[in-house]
């Protein structure tokens, strides 16, 4: 415990014959306690003076209730003032362990002062987890209908004036994704596609109306098609026009309910084909149930069910993102000169760069999680502002405490870190238990209401900073106030 009487800033003394020096006196001396100044029998007033200012004049103060004011010099003194010859900022430590016991001395006032921070950090990171969820859903439905992936569909026609809409005109064969394949630099699969909806399917004493799609092996691949059960159909079934099939979940949940369905027999349009597998579930893709559906071999089809000269759709994976635009353009120039068409003249074909729908549904998920994290970190400042009222208060209480401090030798600076180092712990408590909560409460929405949600270290850390952030922000005008106090005006408030 360091003698405050040793303190340079400021005296407590009694005006005795001897000058004046720090202590108190009964009788003819004076009578001092480890260093704090013995009050309890005294019951005239005394007098505080605070050092010299700038123009070399210093100023005192005559308090009369020193019963009230002893305990606070003691409190003051124990917790720390300056060491002798202290220059600068009180050390951190100290700043730290004042903050701290002035804390635990309103343990409830502190807890609801950080419930605002505690909810804002909370909300913060459910908020970017249900974004970021929504945002990974989102994506994997896309990358069910595959990546780098360009779709071409036929034109419109124009009979009479009146213009059928797109897909209204054949105009793309087989022959076109083969020359696809075969001239176009950067392509890694093709595959025309041949469908067909609402297929009356029979197995057994079940039946069932699906969309019945034929396509070349790479389809799989192309559309990131997996197998649950059973095999895919390969190059070698593609070649011999072989009569098997891969069935969707729906499609196998509705014709054996209760039996397996790889080698089982199934009619569509009265031909037999053998299924050879499962498809693994994509679910929906918001506009259709991608279950629903039965691959056969493009051969199969072309011979046993459709013998369309014209197919529905190419299907193009490119093999290099960073090429996909320059592949499309490719494919342009080869379909154009193909199909005959003059410079100028309307495509009778159109090309859908998956890519960019991608990309689109990216940016909006995106926006979607900063709204989501921009209206919860609203709280977080509402939690900033209670922060800084409550420390308005609390500076208003302890303004008695402060004139103290300063008189003793705190100087403004002390004052200032305490004080701020009040508020930015409020905001780190607040912050690490928001952080639990916003976890918990991520995983919760996850088990209970099935919502997709992703927790990022970004969005703990990003929420923490701003937690800390908001701290400093609002803390610092109390601090700031708090060390412009008058020493001389703090210590005569009752």
Known sequence: MVNPRRTSKARIHKRVDRGTRLGFKKGSGHRRTKGIPHMKTLEDPFEITTPPSE??????????????????I?????????????????????????????LQANKLRALLTMLGIIIGVGAVIVMIALGQGAQASVEARLAGLGTNLLTIMPGSANVGGVKTGAGGLPSLTEADAQAI???????AYVSPDLRAGNIQVVAGGQNWSTTVEADYPSFFSIQNWQIAEGAAY?????ASAAVVADIGQTVANNLFPNSDPVGQMILIRNVPFKVKGVLASKGSNGFQDQDDIILIPYSSAQIRLFNRPYVNTIFVQVADSSQVNNVQQAITDLLETRHHIASGQPDDFRIRNNNQIIDTAQQTSDTLTYLLAGVAAVSLIVGGIGIMNIM????????????IRMAIGARAGNILSQFLIEAILLSVAGGIIGILVGISGSFGLSKLAGWSTVISPQSIILSFGFAALVGIFFGYYPARKASQLDPIQALRTD
Request: charged share 25%; no cysteine; proline share 4%.
């Open 392 to 403: 308005l208060v609390s500076v208003t209480e302890r303004t008695r405490e402060i004139g």
């Open 181 to 187: 394949m075969n001239q176009v630099p950067g392509v």
């Open 74 to 102: 003691a409190r003051v003194v124990a917790l720390g003032p300056l060491p002798e010859g202290t220059t600068g900022s009180m050390a951190i430590g100290q700043s730290v362990s004042s903050a701290v016991e002035a």
């Open 234 to 238: 390969d190059d070698t079934d593609e």
């Open 55 to 72: 123009n070399g004049h210093g100023a005192t103060a005559t308090l009369e209730r020193h019963r009230d004011v002893s305990a606070e």
